[in-house]
């Protein structure tokens, strides 16, 4: 919030230089003005530091499951004001000034210690919430989310957490710490996290595989060196493999993948080609498929795509018009 009145500060100095002594010049009154507005924008500031320190109070206190100190028993109803807290932190933390007073408050440490890993869904799935908004394009809150294993816990919650939504939660947070933050994605692969996303795409939940797919399509636009790895585990099998599942949205996102692994990459292609995926004629039956269904046309451009980069040229020519 202080960087963001700077400019009215300065305009407040220069004020301060050409209106003089009169406090009735449109310069004094101006000025007065803009006093006001930064004050209230500073006193709003802390409120919304008070805030957080409030929620943090809540979230600190012996809950459930949690390791907040004497053995006595929580207060009935505990979890409840912690989602509540949760949930006000999240909106908070939109500001991207509150996300770094959060982690300033070690915020991010009590998230990463305690509630990612608490028995209770709703504040698991809060949680995964929370640090994802914090993460977003905030590398310095990135890197503190990184260095305090948050990368570990949320690719376990992805890949083994009973709740659906803490699942969904946990992937958001995930593509936070991964898109534009090389040391996210670098504990990502450490961590096997290709062969996770492969298994949400899987899962039965849409809204887990649609935004598993589209994040393996954003990870190989942004980062192509990574396509041999992705080939070596058999990726261009496993996605044609979800093309050929029963007919859903979510194909969309599988064929954008798939484009993306092939484009600019021989070896994507060959395996495109390998006679037992008659991958071909399934991409022939697909265009047939959405023909006139303007709901699905760019599906039925990512499934031409692949017809003319994969069976039109030869692969060592497979770049794609994009």
């Known amino acids: 919030m202080a960087h963001a009145f700077r400019g009215q500060l300065e305009e407040v100095e220069q004020m301060k230089e050409s209106a003089g002594a009169d406090p009735l010049s449109p310069h004094s009154q101006r000025r007065q003005w803009l006093q006001e507005a930064m004050a209230q924008a500073f006193r709003g500031q802390l409120e919304e530091v008070e805030q957080m320190k409030e929620c943090l109070r809540v979230l600190e206190a012996m809950s459930p499951g949690g390791d907040g100190g004497e053995s006595s028993e929580p207060a009935e109803g505990d979890p409840s004001r912690q989602a ?22 070690d915020g991010m440490r009590l998230l990463a210690h305690r509630y990612l890993e608490h028995p209770v869904p709703d504040l698991r799935w809060r949680a995964a919430h929370l640090v994802g908004t914090c993460a977003q394009n905030v590398p310095k809150v990135q890197e503190q989310a ?9 690719l376990r919650l992805l890949d083994h957490d009973g709740a659906d939504l803490v699942r969904v939660k946990a992937l958001f947070a995930i593509s936070c710490l991964v898109r534009a933050q090389e040391g996210g994605l670098q504990q990502f692969l450490r961590l096997d996290g290709f ?8 899962s039965p939940v849409q809204k887990l595989k649609v935004k598993s797919a589209f994040l393996l399509q954003n990870l190989l636009l942004d980062n192509p060196e990574h396509k041999e790895t ?5 990726m261009v099998q496993q996605l ?17 993948a798939l484009c993306s692994l092939v484009t600019d990459f021989p070896q994507g292609v060959r395996e495109c080609r390998e006679p037992q995926l008659a991958l071909e004629e399934l991409l022939k039956e697909r265009c047939q498929l959405l ?31 994009r």
Do not use: W, Y
């Open 240 to 256: 044609v493999a979800l093309i050929r599942s029963e007919h859903s949205p979510f194909h969309e996102h599988v064929l954008g």
């Open 84 to 105: 509540s807290a949760l949930e006000l932190l999240a909106e908070l933390c939109e500001n991207l000034d509150n996300a770094a007073d959060f982690c300033k408050l």
């Open 195 to 202: 062969s996770v996303l492969m298994r949400a795409m899987q």
């Open 230 to 234: 992705l080939c070596s585990m058999g």
């Open 291 to 321: 023909q006139q269904q303007e709901e699905f046309q760019e599906e039925l451009e990512f499934c031409e795509r692949l017809q003319r980069v994969c069976f039109q040229t030869p692969p060592e020519d497979s770049s794609m018009d």
């Open 146 to 154: 990184l260095a305090l294993g948050c990368m570990r816990k949320l």
